[in-house]
């Protein structure tokens, strides 16, 4: 069964249903839009029961010939990374359909054009996970940012265009360099053996080591701009400033994974020694990201740019999880890229609704919300204690497995990271202060607190963030294998215990 | 004598109508500049023709020729229309299109 | 190519006679061409060229191309020019001063080494085979040997440069062509008109232009007693096209009395 | 190992309550809080049933675990949720349990005019969850799962009133410092994962004999780092004077009798590491010392009670960790004098909150004055934790700090007579500040404003300060008759040889009893003779000044840490707008330039272009020239 | 000396001659048909020859010969596929052309006179733009199956004679676009000289004018080169003006925005077919031995005119120039392709050429809808708000914008990678490596476009969208359906194009 297509094609189906209802009627759009989301949730789940997690092969395989002129296949398969990440993406599509209710008013277009913008991004996140062609990622890879370009641009608030520009200026530019290595790629395996785009065959290519390297740097620079990695990291604050909370959560939630999702599949398969030259390097910039994101954090007046920022540190662990080339770092990355999907959806959506209230996105006219908006006030508080990784929530696991990977094979470096988690407690528990607690500011008296479809979207990433803190191992019993394999293709093992030198 | 001479000529005699081409400003004197590098072509082709040893080369003056005629006659008709337009043949006129 | 064996000329001493003499004066010539203030001057500078060049043809085997070059070239093509320097103006004179800033030593220093590098590069090049001589090709006839050609080798360019005559002739008339706007009136329409019409002022027929003024043009209004241009002494059609010259620089008031040599 | 299947039921309780009173919310005011004193106390049961569960048992058999699932396990890094309980950790699941549920108790009359009370009670709930897994988790990573979440429960707790920025500021204080103890915490477990490749208890003590010394001594050092953090030790012992902004049954449960106490309990519980790593001990012995004094003397200084009394736990503790640091002989007699000062600290802060609750909330000593008449059985309550802190025989406190004192001279050499000499001025100290507390709050005239109408405190309030009061009466006999205590503890740690004694026992107890009356009547001259102003003198000695802003620890906090890191915060945000991003712009802005000069090549003159041509035509000719040479 | 009969084959050559044809029954229309009926019947005639020329193109498509017209034009695979692509290119730009009215109603009315109003009164038309736009196409046609410098120099001149003319014909500004049909003149005219002296010298180096002789001196080898080398840098001057290339670019901004915008269109698609095919003809097979002359330079000059062509349309303010920069950054992509020298360059070319033209008109077409009474706007800052007041319009336009930027899932990153990876492939890295840089500096001005149109709210100017009228509303809807179609789909044309491009010599 195809179900990798059919998964791919929900979303289409209902974007070109949503596009022949009637313009008048949004509520029907946005029912119609919920549904569609849910289904797709409903069928990842279905697909997910069938998932053999022992088996590193990649599962679900379906290989088509698209444009055989250069040997570019429809192929698609998942393992158990990208079953993570979809399964991510499919999860938070409807929550923020029905978290972001009301986000598509206050935009350029109708409320028909947000909802099928959305949608055929929710393909394109399918589509990105679950490519085995290195043509076909590319191709949505890029497609990608027009969506999001438009929901930046077009719902946004602020210097939304502006913002958007950056962003797709950013991206197209990283997207570009993967093209001139993915060109080179592409003449390589026609000097060996026949052009081709399929990911194993690509990976027994023989080439230069400088050659690789210059095609891991392609590649490599355009995964750091998605997944920002310091110091390609600046479009980041200003997309997430403008965009409507629901976008922000699909850009830093599944977008940005993007990137690291990239690096695993495909800078560490294809060119596995420029990965190990480049190792030392991408380590110090990912623990720059983690400081430098906490500390910028720490310095922003504005709640949307606080969180960006703190992605950014994030992203930097995730980043540094991957290159510590342990199983521990790695499976601890992957399941990092699933939890800080959540847990800066939970910031993001309940940040949202807390600036559609106020009418402001700074941190300095909130105060005293916890009295006045308990329940939205707990929420954002329980999403900061799962992004500064409190133990028994999800992203403690994750972080804890990075920083123990790392350590066993790069000490130094996940000592510095460490300190990130004390940034981290300064950069949430500041706007919680100021945000939360105090004294009730002016302006905030008459705050509602979360109504029920609010509450019902919280619902299910507050239930994942805490459930999966106790029980992660569904997660980690599909991630490992996947994993391992990786590493294990790599030629590292784990480090074994040195008992200290004795 | 040396036949290489003729071409010579031709090229010195293509230099000056290029270079005429870009020091007068008169749309007539400029297109009658152009018809001296083609001149000068075909002043080549002839001389070619001799050291080659055959006849094309003046079947492709005789073509230029009458290409360069169609050319005139296309080309003076826009220098009219130009002129009386704006009752200015000089080709620094026509320079709206910039930037 | 000086190293060549091309002493075709050598028996044929009255080439180089001719060459020698006439080359420069083409050279001179084409330069004066640049140099000349008049465009007609140009024009006529242009020619002698092109006969020069003619003469070049006929000294080197291409009598036909020669003579086509004098009558295609010389006669009509130039004559064009010239008749459309006279349309433009026939006194029309350019002023040889430089406007655009920096062009003129960039067009000199790109001429130099323009022609420098064409000379320098002629003289290295070799064809590794001598000059053959258009002697035996044109054993039959220049002309027949040509015609040869052009009627079955090059027939088809030959077709298709008529297809290149059609366009240019068709590209003259669009740019030329006045459509005709009104119907053309009849001789007894005119009549009637003409003593139907307000006043009988114009039965006597409509002022000549220019009769008054100074200025004998057609696309000149004559003035009226009063100094004032008379517009019906312009044909309509020139008033429609927008051939008409500005009437009231001619106006008697404006006029600069102290007798000048108009140029 | 024994297995059980009731253990997380301990935990499971609390939890429970705590979840079923956030999620319920208001439907549950009314009876909330009742729930969560009942499931606190079901708690406590359960940990009695396993006690006498654990008593029928021969001392070998006596640890239980249980296995709950697998809960992170990635390669080699596996770890179980898993649950151990043994001689340790029953006691402090019965101290957490019992002084938990009386100060539930306790505060069910204290808040009950808090219209948040039900929140305040599932906090409770939850702290006692946080610390039961604590001291329960079978590993260093379950124990650090507790860790935080006691610290998560101590910040909410503290910021119960965060309306008030300044209660607010004091939570996340007390947060982040107790974050950067617990950065310690993760160290210490990466490095046992690198070096033992283990971090379950039992794996890194059976491990620890194959490990070298500098990778204990680096656990060691972590440990008590974070240590540190969590019981407010130097140098991370800032935040708990400004904790007591939470309402007085939290200063008493969780910075009192508990939560602070988990770092003794993690030096204990981690005796394999530091029995192996004699530099970690020393540094753990120096802390201990330097806390103790330093808390003591704070103390002297304070006119706030609560502040009082918690620069008094921070000096109580710090003879905890000192004993800790002593390595077996000690390791018994923290854990004891823990228990005791759990009973009296904690019936002395209800003492105190009994205190404010009648004089309107009123922190400030300097206001109180002759409340005994008003009060008598908190007077009673108090005074009998009083003795016991000061160790008087035979209250609780004498057998414990005796103890204390006494193994710190039998450390022996130089380091023995620092350590007990140190241990005696701190006793003497505590003597000093603690009756100043006495005097200024029961005795003399009384200064209080004319709103405040003192009167004794209800039932449900007095009723657990008198339970806490007959344990500290009692709990020092019961626990160190025949070495109850230290027998019961002696099969979780390395037996030790036979100690040498500097001083006999009677010795020791005799100038600690000295040095104890000495500061009492110090304290008696200064403050009940010559009355007390209700306004702190301002003409001090710079002893005073600097003792009351504690020590100058927040200066040297701001000063060293938050003056800095600010200015780098702020640097960075701009580094970030101006050369990061501006390097991004100034390329754009670049293209930009180079292509609007590019643009005045189009001057729209055609002869321009021709000279362009030709200019083109002459280097087309050359490069292929050139080329071709 | 015995007459040689002419052997013509004219199966072979039929699509030029209906073409021709056509054009001639276009002139005869104009003498003898009413006016009223004139421009239906012009109409119908051309696209009545253009339809019937393109089946015949296909009729023939597996035919070979070199020896047409007597050895002056080959038919092969890549002659049908760049003849197919300049009909259907010329097909959809006509229907933009007849569309209203985009052309002067009387030339020779001077702007501004009272004739000019009279003539666009009496709904006169200038219908001789339908047989010139033949001649053109024909010569398009010509261009590149021309196998001897004759025919060449004579196509050359037959595509651009019509071109001068017509981009003077423009309704409004008349003024810019008189001027841009003497620039374009001009600059032709001058640029021609220089092919014609190449082609002298071509022609003395090898004593042939045919590309077979001159390829078997080249590749035999006669004396020294310096004859080859000046040949094939006038030659390549005359062909890199035609396709736009810098320097030689400096015509296209100021025409591109002077000429009536149909034709522009039609221009920029069409025109650059024909040169780049006859580029291809030449370099592929006549100097393709001499490669090691010319390939340095000519990369030169594609990298140099791509990045040229992206940052200076940065700087534009008028939709036509920025279109026409970005049609000049296009040449430079192109050229990659004729560096490449190899059969995936040649694919790549051909589709590439076919790619860029369909959206080139496409987006032309759209520029002609938005007016004000005065005409089309072309000035940027008038397309603020685009997109609220015609989305449709404005969202065609942005796909067409796209597809120039190279985005996936338009035809324009197929033709890119293609492209690129073909010239990567014969190992012009550096190529390759500007490609892919001056595509970022694009990327940018493309969005910027986008940004106006989309994200800037309207300004209040009269500033509207006409609405398309069928003629135009086929074209867009055409190009836009093939441009995304060639983006998804491009696997049939592609191997259609593999399996037929292969030049014969």
Known sequence: MMWLTILMLLPIVGAGAIAILPKKNEKLTKQAALATTLIVMATTMAMARGFERDNVELQYVEKYSWIPAFGINYALGIDGLALVLILMSTILAPVVVLAGWNESHGGRWSVKTFYILILVLETMMIGVFAATDLFLFYVIFEAMLIPVYFLIGGYGTGERSAAAVKFLIYSLFGGLLMLASIIALYVISGAQGGHSFDLTQLSDLEMSSTTQNLLFLGFFIAFAIKAPLWPLHTWLPDAAHSATPGTSVLLLGVLDKVGTFGMIRYCLTLFPEASKTFTPLILVLAVISIIYGAILAIGQRDLKRLIAFTSISHFGFITMGIFAMTSQGHSGATLYMFNHGFSTAALFLVGGWMMTRRGSSKIADFGGLQRITPVMAWMFFLAGMSSLALPGLSSFVSEFLVLVGTFTRYPVHAVIATFGVVLAALYILIPVQKALHGPTTPGNEALSDLNLREKIAIAPIMAIIISLGFYPSPLLNVINPAASHVIAQLGFTDPVPTSGGK | ?99 | MSELAMQVGQSAAPEAVLFWILAPLTLIAALGMLLVKKAVHSAILMAFVMVALAVFYIAQGAPFLGIVQIVVYTGAVMMLFLFILMLVGVDSSDSLTESIRGLRPIAITAAVGFGGLMVSLLGRATLGRGAVGVEAANADGNVEAIAQLLFSTFVWPFEAVSALLITAALGAMVLAHHHRIQERPTQRQLSIDRFRKDSLGAAAGLPAPGVFARHNAVDVPALLPDGSPASASINASLKARGDLQNSSIFELGTVDTSASEEK | MMTSTGLVYLIALPLAGAAILLLAGRRSDKWGHLLATGLSAASFFLGLYQLSLMLGRSSAQRPIGQKLFEWISVGTFKIDAGLLLDQLSICFVLLITGVGTIIHIYSIAYMSHDLDRRRFFAFLNFFIAAMLLLVLGDSYLNLYVGWEGVGLASYLLIGFWNQKPAYATASKKAFIMNRVGDMGLSFAVMIAFATMGTVSFSGIKAAAEQTSTAALTGIGIMLLIAATGKSAQFPLQAWLGDAMAGPTPVSALIHAATMVTAGVYLITRSNFIFDAAPTAQLLVVIVGAITLLFGALIGTAKDDIKKALAASTMSQIGYMILAAGLGPVGYAFAIMHLLTHGFFKAGMFLGAGSVMHGMNDEVNMRKYGALRKFMPITFITFGLGYLAILGVPPFAGFYSKDMIIETAFNAGGIKGIILGSVTLLGAGITAFYMTRVMILTFTGTSRWDEKAHPHESPWLMWLPMAILAVGSVTSGYLLSNGDALAHWLSPLFESHEEHHELLPPIVVSALALTLVAIGVAIAFLKYSRSGVDAVAPSDVSILTTIARQDLMQDRFNEVVFMRPGQVLTSALVKTDEVIIDGAVHGVARSALGVGASLRGLQNGFVRSYAALILIGALALIAAIWVVAQ | MTFITPVLNYTLLSPILILLAGALVGVLIEAFVSKTLRSTAQLSITIGTLVLSLTQVWKIRNEESTLVAMGSVVIDGPAILLQASILIISIISIFVIADTDHFTALAAALPGSDEERHSVESGNQVTEVYPLTLFAISGMMLFPVATDLITLFVALEMLSLPLYLLAGLSRRRRLASQESALKYFLLGAFSSAFFLLGMAYLYGYSASVTFAGIRASVVGGSGNDVLLLIGIAFVSIGLLFKVGAVPFHAWSPDVYQGAPTPITGFMAAATKIAAFGAMLRIYYTVFANAQWSWSPALSAIAIITMLFGSLVAIAQRDVKRMLAYSSIAHAGFLLSGVIALNKAGLDASIFYLFAYGVATVGAFAVVTLVRDSAGEVTDLNRWKGLGKRSPWVATTFAAFLLAFAGIPLTSGFIGKFAIFSAAYESGAKAVVIAGILSSAIAAFFYIRVIVLMFFTDPVQDGTSVQIPSALTRITVIFAIILTIALGVFPAPLLSFITDLATFIR
């Open chain 2, 1 to 99: 004598m040396d036949v290489a001479n003729y071409l010579y000529l031709s090229a010195l005699l293509f230099t000056i109508g290029a270079v005429g081409v870009i020091v007068r400003r008169n749309a007539i004197v400029v297109f009658m500049c152009i018809e001296l590098m083609l001149n000068a072509a075909n002043l080549s082709f002839v001389t070619f023709s001799r050291i080659n040893g055959d006849l094309n080369g003046q079947v492709i003056a005789f073509f230029t020729m009458v290409v360069a005629a169609c050319e005139v006659v296309v080309g003076l008709a826009i220098i009219v229309m130009i002129y009386r337009s704006r009752r200015s043949a000089s080709v620094d006129d026509a320079s709206l299109l910039s930037r």
